[in-house]
């Protein structure tokens, strides 16, 4: 006998309701990683509420003030890191790494956000 379960044995919704997705604080240029929830978390240090973004969002250095700027810009203009495909033929679309580059990025797909 098998011992090995197919993965969909498993409890699907306790694990997704586990999904630990990225909150960061622009005061605090931190990021904690926390469970979705429908009301905004507030910032362990400043207590100013949070933004959720997506998981493809990977934290950032306190110090990296630049990357910091990028992001808070992004998310200012709708763009919380979730996937945005290019149209028609659907390839994925990569996050700009600079601030200038985040400029040019916004430009050309704010429409692609609500
Ligand atoms: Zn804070």
Redesign the pocket.
Known sequence: MKKFKHHSYFAKSSQEQQHLFPHV????R?SFKKPKRALARL??????P?VMLSRKFSALTMTDVDQWRKVEYLVSHGFRFQSIHEQPNGSLIRYPATFAEAKLFVEDYAGRVR
């Open positions: 604080c622009f005061s605090c931190k910032c362990p240090q400043c207590h100013e949070m």
